[in-house]
């Protein structure tokens, strides 16, 4: 049986076995339904009361839903049995806390029994998803963008940078406006979220976003209610936010000159494989122009080398960038554990939760 490859985003769990060229076999939702004490979901109530969180900004946050929820996937959807568990690879989130890692691999052995296991950061797992061991990682999340240069498959954590901005800033954000141009209209968060995917977009430029403010075509869109808002310039709100983010109230520069600002730290000798080899993903970047508007900030930025993107093998899954992380676990896990450099349970019985530090980071 191929190993297991689990990828807990806070809006999107991905898991599958390890085969790279296909998509992950699930892709659900990582927030959850609370039951009844009798297993009934609590549909009657509102809805803020019954959905748990288990991951919020990147990070586990409710071990206990998580358990349920790695349950479901690996038991109901991966097909595991009970008495003959696999072995799993995990995806890592930058900066994630000791106390998290070692959190999971206890769980991992000691409640679902695995045979063995190995955790990876997602920076270097997306570059893996596109054939490079070196360069620099722009995920923008749900929860967080993480920037993360890479140099021969190790994060450079001193030039790393983490921001509390993500996918669900830009939704509050969206929602926000389209309350100012739609006042008499009540629009609901996971409304706001379907609206935001199927409209939002990037203007070519700075400049071309100020005319848009004065002049845009508006569209009429109905709510599942019934009810009917319009949408103008308010689809441009959500990716302009990333290049300036003073749309948000937040004192930081934009995602491009941020990338520019963690190269800078690194030395020299490697900056310009590292910006040359620059891997953008998670769902935001997926939006209408991005990856033209990315391409145009950096040719106006103050470095002397130019970031550049990388496209994905013709081989690889469409949409690679909503899942990067998961393709590059799972060609990593065709290394790993044929090679036996996993934690074993004998490696955890005699070492102990810490023993994640040692061989997986």
Not at 327 to 340: D, E, M, S, T
Request: proline fraction near 5%.
């Amino acid at each position: 049986m191929e190993a297991a490859v689990v990828d807990v985003g806070s809006k999107l769990l991905k898991a599958g076995f390890a085969i790279p060229d296909q998509t992950p076999a699930m892709i659900i939702p990582t927030q959850m339904k609370q039951l009844l004490d009798d297993g009934s979901v609590t549909d009657n109530s509102p809805s803020d009361n019954v959905t748990v969180d288990p991951v919020v900004r990147g990070f586990i946050r409710d071990w206990d839903a998580i358990e349920d929820l790695l349950h479901h996937v690996l038991y109901s959807g991966l097909g595991w049995e009970i008495g003959n568990e696999g072995q799993i690879l995990f995806t890592d989130p930058l900066c994630t806390p000791k106390a998290n890692k070692e959190q999971l691999v206890q769980l991992m052995f000691e409640t679902f029994n695995i045979s063995g296991f190995y955790a990876s950061e997602q920076a270097v797992l997306s570059l893996y998803a596109v054939g490079r061991i070196s360069g620099c990682t722009v995920d923008i999340g749900h929860g967080k963008i993480d920037i993360a240069p890479v140099i021969e498959g190790a994060v450079h954590h001193i030039a790393s940078r983490r921001f509390e901005l993500g996918g669900i800033d830009l939704t509050n954000f969206l929602a926000q406006e389209l309350g100012k141009s739609n006042p008499q209209v009540n629009i609901s968060m996971s409304d706001v979220e379907k609206i935001k995917e199927q409209y939002s977009c990037c203007a070519e430029d700075e400049l071309a976003y100020q005319k848009i403010q004065y002049s845009c075509p508006v569209e009429k869109h109905t709510l599942p209610d019934g009810q009917v808002i319009t949408i103008g310039r308010e689809r441009y709100t959500v990716g302009e936010a990333l290049f300036q983010p003073c749309l948000l109230g937040l004192e930081a520069h934009g995602i491009v000159d941020q990338l520019v600002h963690a190269i800078s730290i690194v030395s020299s000798d490697n900056q310009r494989q590292l910006l040359e080899n620059t891997v953008v993903c998670g769902g935001t970047s997926s939006m209408i122009g991005f990856e033209e508007r990315f391409q145009k900030e950096s040719s106006l930025s103050s470095s002397a080398v130019q970031p550049t993107l990388v496209k994905p093998p013709e081989y690889m899954p469409e949409n690679l960038t909503m899942y990067s992380a998961w393709v590059g676990g799972a060609i990593l896990a065709k290394v790993v554990f044929p090679q036996n450099q996993h934690i074993t349970k004998g490696d955890y019985d005699e070492t102990g939760p810490s023993i994640v530090h040692r061989k997986c980071f």
